[in-house]
């Protein structure tokens, strides 16, 4: 099982950092071009709730695409929301966004805890692929963030 965290200070008030982060039609505005995301199923609700499926194509490697179904588990408005992979690349994935009023606007902290398929091959590829292309996407977020909230 590993571990992945991030956080960033976004200049704008909590409740509008929730509603565009829990929003799941921002996620393809925060993602980089090259994982190939396309949405697969859209939703008529713009509020994350327990039980909420969020269905997409990726191609995280090769340009492959494969499926990738989220469900949010756990939702406490303003507070942090949990997604947990259903179907996808991982073994496991279950990813912790929380928010936190400060001085100034609000910061988000992710928190992923994540493990692979394959034994030792995923244990092997971990350090040279998996890791860095989750930091190449939080990098890649935390930009278009920058652009998008100054």
Not at 57 to 63: F, N, Q, S, T
């Amino acid at each position: 099982m590993y571990k992945y965290s991030s956080e960033q200070f976004v200049p704008i008030p909590l409740d509008k950092a929730w509603d565009f982060f829990s929003n799941p039609d921002n996620l393809a505005k925060l993602t980089p071009t090259d994982i190939g995301f396309e949405p697969v199923t859209k939703s008529q609700d713009k509020t994350m709730y327990p039980g909420f499926f969020i269905t997409y194509k990726v191609a995280p490697l090769l340009g492959i695409k494969i499926t990738w179904a989220t469900e949010i588990t756990q939702v406490k408005e303003h507070n942090y929301f949990v997604d947990e992979q259903r179907m996808g690349p991982y073994k496991i994935w279950h990813h912790e966004h929380h928010f936190s009023e400060v001085e100034g606007g609000t910061l988000i902290t992710d928190i992923i805890h994540y493990a692979l398929p394959g034994g030792f091959l995923g244990r092997w590829a971990h350090p040279f692929l998996v890791k860095p292309k989750l930091a190449e996407i939080f990098a890649f977020r935390e930009k278009r963030v920058k652009e998008l909230f100054g």
